[in-house]
């Protein structure tokens, strides 16, 4: 508006100063009529400029209020903040408050296998390959573990990747509540309180793999119901009703398998199924005490002593029973022999030095194989001791020489018409090279298999011999295990 004005001023005193002056020449008009027009444009190009200021500062005060009153209502919809990040063991996702909680781990076992066998004296048909080696992923894991609403009310889940054909599935499901501050049970699929060997977490074993004589006895993981409690500071009790030592394991576990592999027509069945309708067994029951006389149950979880680490003193015991399946048609009818497994034993670590021994025997009661079995008993019976030494070095690392031997006897079991030994012995030395303790750590070893056996644990680098074999046979493992 103000630019009409002044265009109104300066025509009305341009016409004046024509008419008060001489006739100006029609070039000179032309030049003061461009002039005009020059600071006409100017006058109205800082007019728009204002209001385009204001015009903009009208339109971003808007845009901040609008973004406030958004963000406003965005928080107030949101029940509590959540927190997240990585507590020196584990990552994890909390709420504010605490109630829920989600801890996410990870496992990974990178290995290098060479088993080397003989098979002296075999036919031609029989012969097997002498030297087998290559890579592995021995494990991959990752677990997802933590509590729903109360911190009593607990859940874990890990999914595993099979190291044969890169499958998932979870072999660990449990659901738990804390009873009182000593009592805790949990239901699911996990490992039966049974042998300590087995129950120490593959990230904390003192060797590459557990020894051969727990892959004999084990129950492993097992589906059912279990109480844990803390009776004092230094006695834990544990019990358990389960579906039969590898009810957990997968759809076609048997229940004694390595064992199988090793005596005469051993028959004591394998369930086709997790579903319960499918398990080798009418009842089993685990039962476990352990009493640590010196040190924690942080220190019970591992097989090896750190240097500085404080005495850790224990004894344990353990045992698990389990009635054959009855009742069935067919197959499953053979899969009736009833089981009882136990064993004692004990720990000791201080400063670096760790050493560990264990007794396991077993009975069974046959209803099943060859008909000269049927109705006797079958008793084998095994013992392990280990121990080793850790390290300090400069850099905070440290390495660890370890020794491992094991004694197996089946009783007068194995196939009498074969070469394979009733009694098997077994050496594994090693060492293990921490960087991060057990998260980041290198471990190789030997295994020393000194009697001929008809079957084996491929995951343990140990292979079945031919008939006929007489030498000993070697397994040399070297692994890289990494935990997040």
Do not use: C
Not at 27 to 55: G, N, P
Not at 84 to 94: E, M, P, Q, R, T
Not at 282 to 308: H, Y
């Amino acid at each position: 508006m103000k630019a009409h004005w002044l265009l109104a001023t300066l025509a009305v005193g341009f016409i004046s100063t024509i008419a008060q002056a001489e006739a100006p020449s029609q070039e000179q008009m032309l030049q003061q009529i461009q002039a005009l027009r020059a600071e006409v444009a100017t006058l109205k190009a800082d007019q728009d400029a204002e209001w385009m200021s204001e015009r903009r500062a009208e339109e971003i005060k808007a845009l901040v209020h609008e973004v406030l009153s958004d963000a406003e209502t965005r928080a107030s919809l949101m029940d509590s903040a959540i927190t997240a990040g990585h507590n020196g063991k584990n990552f994890f996702l909390a709420s504010e408050d605490g109630s829920f909680l989600m801890k996410i781990a990870g496992q990974i076992q990178f290995r290098y296998v060479a088993n080397f066998r003989d098979d002296d004296g075999v036919s031609a048909g029989d012969k097997v390959d002498e030297g087998e080696a290559g890579f592995v992923l021995r494990r991959t894991k990752l677990q997802f573990s933590g509590h729903i609403a109360d911190p009593k009310l607990k859940y874990a889940v890990q999914l595993a990747v099979e190291r044969d054909d890169n499958t998932v599935i979870a072999d660990k499901i449990t659901i738990g509540y804390q009873l009182t501050d000593d009592l805790y049970i949990w239901f699911g699929e996990d490992k039966a309180p049974f042998l300590r060997e087995e129950m120490v977490s593959s990230k904390k074993q003192l060797a590459v793999e557990r020894s051969f004589v727990n892959e004999v006895f084990t129950a492993d993981k097992v589906q059912g119901v279990a109480l844990v409690w803390d009776a004092t500071d230094n006695l834990r009790l544990q019990a358990m009703i389960h579906d039969g030592s590898h009810s957990g394991d997968g759809s076609t576990s048997a229940r004694l398998s390595v064992l199988d592999s090793l005596v005469d027509d051993s028959t004591n069945g394998s369930s086709s199924s997790k579903d319960f309708d499918d398990d080798a067994v009418d009842f089993a029951i685990a039962a476990r005490a352990d009493w640590v006389i010196e040190g924690s149950w942080a220190q019970w979880k591992d097989f090896t002593s750190f240097p500085g680490e404080e005495r850790f003193i224990y004894v344990g015991g353990a045992i698990n029973y389990e009635a054959g399946e009855t009742g069935a048609s067919g197959s499953a009818a053979t899969f009736t022999d009833d089981i009882l497994v136990w064993t004692v034993d004990a720990g000791f670590e201080q400063d670096g030095w760790n050493a560990y021994v264990a007794y396991i025997g077993m009975s069974v009661e046959r209803d099943s194989g060859p008909a000269a079995t049927v109705g006797s008993d079958f008793d084998p019976w095994a013992i392990l001791v280990q121990g080793g030494y850790n390290i300090a070095l400069d850099n905070g690392d440290s390495i660890e020489p370890f020794a491992r031997w094991e004694h197996l006897n089946l009783d007068d079991n194995v196939d009498t018409s074969s070469d394979f030994d009733d009694e098997i012995d077994l050496l594994t030395v090693g060492v293990n090279w921490y960087h991060k303790k057990h998260a980041a750590k290198f471990t190789a070893d030997v295994v020393v298999v000194f009697d001929p056996i008809d079957g084996g644990s491929s995951g343990l680098g140990i292979l079945p011999d031919a008939d006929g074999t007489v030498d000993e046979q070697v397994a040399l493992r070297a692994q890289y295990q990494l935990l997040f």
